[in-house]
T-cell receptor, first 114, second 113 residues
Framework: DQQVKQNSPSLSVQEGRISILNCDYT??????FLWYKKYPAEGPTFLIS???IKDKNEDGRFTVFLNKSAKHLSLHIVPSQPGDSAVYFC?????????????WGLGTSLAVNP | ETGVTQTPRHLVMGMTNKKSLKCEQH?????MYWYKQSAKKPLELMFV???????ENNSVPSRFSPECPNSSHLFLHLHTLQPEDSALYLC????????????FGQGTRLTVV
């Protein structure tokens, strides 16, 4: 059972427009969320994160919104650029005993067209 | 360059071979991870080490054996693998587990023939 779901496997957006990537989760114990970006043949790179005590975090063109009641978060990229074309992974973290667990979504492949 | 280096980048091995994947980080991080990425599956966390102690082993078959000799190095020893073990194996490190960004290596593309 997937605890972190990225229901759109792919998304295509025109350059300059907004890209919205969605992520849903089922475990209410998740209290920290991260977005990573992955280019082919490379490891994922961290983009932005948000704690469950916040509902928005912004970093340049990237904004993450968290709706705890809906167990939903989204990543907004404005304006989208061709270099943003990559696979975007959502990850959620929860305390597990003395450590923490990090659960990943399947990823959404974003294509930004010039 | 993320500060996490994995070698080799590509590896082809037979089912009876023994090989090792190496990961190195000099970021001063306390946690290191092995992940497996297969096609059309989420990133699968295999092992987590915190301060050189294994803190998580996610039901990984014994043909995969991790080793963390110090906080900067992590190995994954491979023995009698199956073709379905072919995947991209990613190493990552972070300051703390799950609450700080993880830095990933470029991965080792493993093919088992």
């Amino acid at each position: 059972d997937q605890q972190v779901k990225q229901n759109s496997p792919s998304l295509s957006v025109q350059e300059g427009r907004i890209s919205i990537l969605n992520c849903d989760y089922t475990n209410s114990m998740f209290d920290y969320f991260l977005w990573y970006k992955k280019y082919p043949a490379e490891g994922p790179t961290f983009l932005i994160s948000i704690s469950s005590i916040k509902d928005k975090n912004e970093d340049g063109r990237f904004t993450v919104f968290l709706n705890k009641s809906a167990k939903h978060l989204s990543l907004h990229i404005v304006p989208s650029q061709p270099g943003d074309s990559a696979v975007y992974f959502c990850a959620a973290s929860a305390r597990a005993g003395n450590n923490r667990k990090l659960i990943w979504g399947l990823g959404t492949s974003l294509a930004v067209n010039p | 360059e993320t500060g996490v280096t994995q070698t080799p980048r590509h590896l082809v091995m037979g089912m009876t071979n023994k090989k090792s994947l190496k990961c190195e980080q000099h970021l001063g991080h306390n946690a290191m991870y092995w992940y497996k990425q297969s096609a059309k599956k989420p990133l699968e966390l295999m092992f987590v080490y915190s301060l050189e102690e294994r803190v998580e082993n996610n039901s990984v078959p014994s043909r995969f054996s991790p080793e963390c000799p110090n906080s900067s190095h992590l190995f994954l020893h491979l023995h009698t693998l199956q073709p379905e073990d072919s995947a991209l194996y990613l190493c990552a490190s972070s300051h703390t587990i799950g609450l700080s960004e993880a830095f990933f290596g470029q991965g080792t593309r493993l093919t088992v023939v």
